[in-house]
């Protein structure tokens, strides 16, 4: 399988902020319109938090919702796997079309075989990990990562408050990870932390609330994009 052309493919090896309007927050219920309103507002991807009530104290969509979506949009999907034995569903969503696949270390602790099968499927290949797994325990596999993500929230529910100590980790990594590699960061991201989170070294942004709460996407999330290249810039 070939992932869907994006803007994201080109920009996934520079150091350019990009805002990743994640679909938990969206209103299911009139999803078509959703995706068609953020591809308005020019959005470069959707992040797909998928979660199992196993890995984390909640569920939320799966393959089949992101199959249905895939057919609608060719916009970039990213998926985040927030599940238990996540080796027995990737191949479910790079059939669904996703063009990145993140798996947390906490899931699976000797991720090789994941990795490969990712990209063996055409897609980019990632590693999440959450706020207080020690950084050691992702080091080992970085070389084979395209994307990296740091959650800045305990993974489950959407609207919780960032973390900033995970700051620190994110400036670890970044110091540590080739320069093609998309450092992310997912958790409380919105106007006055998406700063602090550039700043450290993240360079794709999830967001929820800071979006889907507001009524014009476009103008959530340029406001987003302008406060990260802003750090960068000082």
Known sequence: MVPNPSRL????????????????KVDFADLATEVSRLEEAHAHLLHWDVMDGNFVPNLSYGA?????????????????????HPEKYVDEY????????????EAAPEPAEILQRIRAGGAHAGLAINPHTPLSHLEPWLDQCDLVLVMSV????????????????????????????????DGGIGTTTIAAASAAGARLFVAGSAIFD??????????????????LEC
């Open 154 to 185: 305990q993974p489950g529910f959407g609207g919780q408050k960032f973390m900033p100590e995970v700051l620190d980790k994110v400036r670890a990594l970044r110091s540590r990870l080739a320069p093609h590699v998309r450092l992310s960061i």
């Open 9 to 24: 493919d080109a920009a996934l090896g520079s150091q350019i902020p990009v805002i990743a309007p994640s679909m938990l």
């Open 214 to 231: 507001v009524s014009d996407y476009a103008i959530a999330m340029r406001q987003l994009e302008q406060l990260a290249s802003s750090s």
């Open 64 to 84: 089949m919702l992101i199959a249905s979506v895939r057919k609608r949009t060719s916009l970039f999907f990213d998926a985040h796997l927030m599940i238990a």
């Open 94 to 105: 790079l059939a669904a079309g996703c063009d990145a696949i993140t798996v947390h270390i």
